[in-house]
């Protein structure tokens, strides 16, 4: 069973600004458990890129927020869930069939180890 995760980086991923509370080693976590993963984002999709190669993670998307009807026509997936920290991410994921979660739910979701969000 395929499943895609879409982070957005502010205010979700450490390396945001502000800074989230999932950090690179679990998006690494998910990738190496099969994940299909990549960023969906405000951010530039340059600057999104720079983030995933600086962190060495091999992501298969990069695209502004607004496009995540694009990710979900070109993956075949079982479940398409976007984490983000937005109500305007909650908007677009569920506009576009996603499942939406916050920072500190995905992080008990996915990761329950980590015992939620610290940052």
């Not at 091999?58 to 995540?68: I, Y």
């Not at 305007?88 to 920072?103: H, K, M, T, V």
């Amino acid at each position: 069973m395929a499943k895609l995760i879409s982070f957005d980086i502010d205010g979700t991923l450490e390396v945001g600004d502000p800074p989230g509370c999932v950090t690179l080693d679990m998006v690494r976590n998910a990738r190496r458990q099969g994940f299909i993963i990549g960023s969906c984002s405000d951010r530039i999709v340059r600057n999104q890129q720079r983030i995933w190669s600086n962190a060495e993670i091999l992501v298969e998307f990069t695209v502004l927020k607004h496009q995540l009807d694009q990710v979900k026509s070109e993956f075949d997936a079982d479940v398409y869930y976007h984490i983000g920290d937005t109500d305007l991410d909650r908007q677009y994921a569920e506009r576009n069939g996603f499942e939406f979660l916050l920072p500190d739910a995905a992080v008990d979701t996915f990761w329950a180890e980590s015992q939620g969000c610290r940052i």
